[in-house]
């Protein structure tokens, strides 16, 4: 037969029933996250007790403060150990052509861009602390310290998930 010069294309084949569940089961997973964020956040200005400190002493209070500026300092280690980890895991992984496929691609640039996030409002979080500082003006109880510390645990969550996903996908496909 003579060529036509016509190329032929392959259609592309439907999601088999095992991605529809992992990805309804993923979606599952994400809202009840979402749902128990969203109720630890409701309920937090519901904790009632004694006072742990006094704002009237600054010894109190610098102490306070150096526990927050600690805390911040140590997620910024587990965000910046996390994108150390991905990179072993592309690393690891590249050798394989796994890696092209849109599905991890998806994943790997989620967990990154959630990192990214986390590690902008972690710095955002230790600003609003120098800031209360240089204005001498100290509130623990402040929202955006509360908000910003849940979007960053929700931020390591869903990265947390994607990554684990990614090594799904690349251990599955190259057993």
């Given at each position: ?66 526990l ?79 908000y ?19 090594i ?8």
């Amino acid at each position: 037969m003579k060529d036509s010069g016509l190329t032929t294309t392959q259609v592309p084949k439907p999601p088999k029933k095992s991605d529809k569940f992992n990805i309804s089961v993923l979606a599952a997973i994400f809202e009840l996250l979402l749902l128990v964020i969203g109720l630890i956040i409701i309920t937090s200005n519901q904790i009632k007790g004694r006072r742990l400190f006094d704002q009237s002493s600054p010894e109190q209070v610098r102490e306070i403060f150096n526990l927050y500026l600690d805390f911040y300092s140590s997620l910024t280690d587990i965000i910046l150990t996390s994108f150390g980890a991905i990179a072993f895991l592309v690393t690891y992984q590249g050798k394989s052509e796994i890696i092209k496929a849109p599905k991890t691609l998806i994943s790997l640039t989620t967990s990154i861009v959630c990192l990214s996030f986390a590690l902008i409002a972690n710095f955002l979080c230790k600003e609003v602390l120098l800031l209360m500082i240089q204005r001498n003006a100290v509130d623990f109880s402040l929202d955006t310290l509360n908000y910003g510390r849940w979007f960053i645990y929700s931020c390591l969550i869903i990265a947390i998930l994607s990554v684990a996903f990614f090594i799904k996908e690349t251990t599955f496909h190259t057993q």
